[in-house]
């Protein structure tokens, strides 16, 4: 399974703090850089990092200083073309879209006009797009498929901003937070300060499983992001690499990421059904519905043609999650949002498991993701990642057959597992 994420912000969230996090935890500067590079914004900014203390505690503080003379009017509209267009990895794209795509819904619901119409100050100039294409390829780069991310404090008082002196929360963050259904702590005790920006509550909105309690776990790595203002306490928040020990929204054994204690055989965990019944949309906007409930959280979704009322041809769309409240909140926001249908069933299901686990094979072209599952007979079955596939036939220009073959042959040469 891939790698689990806790998120613990006490003393708010910023994307630059979320991104200095990941760089303690080893991400690599080119692993930020290069997706930057090929949104043309090389030379465009400069990243200011360096290893400081807040309230005696050891971090890394990120600034990142525009390098533009005159930077250009970023409206969604083109923002979001520029990304459609940009030679991204196709996982990175759709993460990247998500949070500006949540960042302009909730601007445009706040100002009150249409999405296209964002203008963004704050949230379009490049400083935030570094913050969110860094930490959105960061968490990629790390294999984090699961993020639990502790209640942020959004802060109180007021906030200077292109649009004037706004009250705090910001307008952006309280719309954010009502879409998704985050909880936001208390800010009590904290100096009035904006403490937690629309940006950062963005990234882990659309990265976030759930908002509360971290499950019970073993902590393998921890980063350490500072922010820069000076609080009675350490301003800081910590992302931690961890391997699950147990899960309780799951309801069973779930291992997740290196040295993780894997199972022996198959587990039985609980997962959240969703489905509707759709006779009125195009094929297009249930794939678009499809694709949307994927980003939100969904552990997967999918569609099956049927036969309706009248003999009209439909399609039974399903969505599987976890059986969190939160998480199941966030989901039917979709279905209202992006579906036609007027009702919504839901369930629980349990479902049997095989043991599995994911690795970084190294092969002659370059790494590739492989997910491993361990069959009833001892036997392990294994899958390559097709967007790494894919990515690196790009990158050597070969058929997918022949990267296909050299990653078998990879493969082949692994040691066997310990049983």
């Known amino acids: 399974m891939g790698q689990l994420a806790l998120l613990d912000c006490p003393t708010g969230l910023a994307g630059n703090m979320l991104l200095a996090a990941l760089f303690d935890l080893g991400v690599p500067r080119a692993v930020v ?9 090389d030379g465009a900014y400069r990243l200011e990092l360096e290893e400081r203390r807040s309230g ?19 409206h969604w509209s083109r923002l979001r073309e520029q990304l459609q267009q940009a030679p991204l990895e196709e996982a990175l794209r759709q993460r990247v879209l998500a949070v500006f795509g949540l960042l302009a819904e909730a601007e445009a619901a706040v100002h009150g006009h249409p999405p296209e119409r ?24 790390l294999g984090v498929d699961r993020l ?53 509550l963005a990234l882990a909105a659309c990265w976030a499983d759930r908002f509360g309690l971290p499950p019970a776990h073993v902590p ?62 195009t094929p297009e906007d249930l794939a678009f519905l499809i694709e949307a409930l994927r980003q939100a959280g969904a552990l997967e979704a999918f569609s099956q043609p049927l036969t309706m009322k009248k003999g009209r041809p439909g399609w039974l769309v399903t969505a599987l999650g976890r059986p969190d409240p939160a998480a199941a909140a966030r989901l039917r926001q979709v279905w209202w949002r ?48 097709h967007d790494d596939l894919i990515a690196l036939a790009r990158r050597h220009d070969l058929a997918i057959d022949q990267v296909r073959a050299t990653v078998q042959h990879a493969l082949d040469r692994l040691p066997p597992p310990p049983p």
């Not at 059904?273 to 006779?279: E, F, K, P, S, T």
């Open 56 to 74: 005696g505690l050891r971090g890394l503080h990120l600034a990142v200083r525009g390098l533009e003379p005159e930077p250009p009017a970023r």
């Open 338 to 385: 992006h579906g036609t249908s007027l009702g919504l069933r839901e369930q629980q299901q349990r479902r049997w498991v095989l043991p599995r686990r994911s690795l970084e094979l190294d092969t002659p072209l370059g790494v590739v993701r492989v997910k491993q599952a361990r069959r009833p007979d001892g036997r392990w079955s294994s899958k390559p990642e």
């Open 220 to 281: 393998r790595r921890v980063g350490v992001g500072l922010g820069s203002r000076e609080l009675d306490r350490p301003n800081l928040l910590r992302l931690v690499l961890a391997d699950a020990l147990g899960s309780a929204d799951a309801g069973g054994l779930e291992p997740s990421g290196a040295g993780a204690a894997e199972p022996a055989e198959p587990w039985l965990e609980t997962v959240l059904v969703q489905q509707a019944q759709i006779d009125d949309a």
């Open 148 to 200: 639990v991310c502790a209640p942020p404090p959004a802060g109180h008082g007021t906030v200077r901003t292109a649009h004037g002196l706004l009250p705090l929360p910001a307008p952006a963050v309280l719309e954010i937070a009502r879409r998704r259904s985050v909880p936001l702590a208390a800010a009590e005790g904290l100096p009035p300060a904006e403490l937690t920006t629309p940006t950062g």
């Open 118 to 141: 964002v203008h963004f100050h704050e949230v379009g100039a490049v400083d935030a797009l570094v913050d969110v294409v860094g930490v959105c390829a960061g968490l990629l780069h």
């Open 33 to 41: 850089e290069a997706p930057l590079a090929a949104l043309g914004l």
